[in-house]
C-alpha cells in the first residue's frame, strides 16, 4: 500500500522559514517524481514544486520560485520541501504527492497533508 | 498557463441520481492529459481519472470520463452516499500544472 506521511508543519511568523518532510513507503521510491501541491482554507489545489526520480529535474510555481526548494533523498524514501520568506498567503494545508511513473506529470497519490500557518 | 473553469460550482443531487460536471479549458489539453480528483472534507483528493477517460485503480465503474481538447465531462452514473464531495479536474499535459475551482455535488 502506498503511504506518504507529511510532517514540519505549524505556526510561523512572516518572514520565517519551515521545513517540510515527506515520508513514503509501500513503493520503490526512488523511481518516481515527487510533488508538493497545497491548499489554502476554503479554496483549491495548487502545484507548487516536482522533482523528478534522480532529482535532475525540477520545477517551481511562480508563486514560490527562488523562496521554496525541492529535495529528495531516495536511501531515506523522503522528500523535502524548505520554505523561506514565508508569507501570510502561504498559509495552506501542504500535500506531498507522487508522480504516476507513466512518463508524464500525473499525480496518483497523495499523503494526508500538514497546515502551515504564517501569522504573527 | 491553461485555465480550467468547472461547472457548475454546485450540484445538488440525491443519492441514485445521474452526476454530469463539466471542466472546459482555455486552451487543448494535449494528448487529453486530463485527470480528475475526488475530495471529501478534511480528507487528501483521490485519484478518480487520468487521460480523460481512465479510471484509476479501485474507482468504481459509475465513474467515467470523457471529452478531449478543451471540454470535459466526469459523469457518476448513480450517486452512491459516499460520493458527495468536491471534484476537481487538473491538466497535467504543461507546466504550471493547473486545476479547476472545483465542482461540490452535495445531497439535495
Known amino acids: 500500500e502506498v503511504q506518504l506521511v507529511e510532517s514540519g508543519g505549524g505556526v510561523v511568523q512572516p518572514g520565517g522559514s519551515l521545513r517540510l518532510s515527506c515520508e513514503a513507503s509501500?513503493?520503490?521510491?526512488?523511481?518516481?517524481?515527487m510533488n508538493w501541491v497545497r491548499q489554502a482554507p476554503g479554496k483549491g489545489l495548487e502545484c507548487l514544486s516536482f522533482?523528478?526520480?534522480?532529482?535532475?529535474?525540477?520545477h517551481y510555481a511562480d508563486s514560490v520560485e527562488g523562496r521554496f526548494t525541492i529535495s529528495r533523498d531516495n536511501a531515506k524514501n523522503s522528500v523535502y520541501l524548505q520554505m523561506n520568506s514565508l508569507r501570510a498567503d502561504d498559509t495552506a494545508v501542504y500535500y506531498c504527492?507522487?508522480?504516476?511513473?507513466?512518463?508524464?506529470?500525473?499525480?496518483?497519490?497523495w499523503g494526508q497533508g500538514t497546515l502551515v500557518i504564517v501569522s504573527s | 498557463e491553461i485555465v480550467l473553469t468547472q461547472s457548475p460550482g454546485t450540484l445538488s443531487l440525491s443519492p441514485g441520481e445521474r452526476a454530469t460536471l463539466s471542466c472546459r479549458a482555455s486552451?487543448?489539453?494535449?494528448?487529453?492529459?486530463l485527470a480528475w480528483y475526488q475530495q471529501k472534507p478534511g480528507q487528501a483528493p483521490r485519484l478518480l481519472i487520468s487521460g480523460a477517460s481512465r479510471r484509476a485503480t479501485a474507482i468504481p465503474v459509475r465513474f467515467s470520463g470523457g471529452g478531449s481538447g478543451t471540454d470535459f465531462t466526469l459523469t457518476i452514473s448513480r450517486l452512491e452516499p459516499e460520493d458527495f464531495a468536491v471534484y476537481y479536474c487538473q491538466q497535467y499535459a504543461e507546466s504550471p500544472r493547473t486545476f479547476g475551482q472545483g465542482t461540490k455535488v452535495e445531497i439535495k
Open positions: 486552451q487543448s489539453v494535449g494528448r487529453n492529459f
Open positions: 504527492a507522487r508522480g504516476s511513473g507513466g512518463g508524464d506529470w500525473l499525480i496518483d497519490y
Open positions: 509501500g513503493f520503490t521510491f526512488s523511481s518516481y517524481s
Open positions: 522533482i523528478s526520480s534522480s532529482s535532475t529535474s525540477i
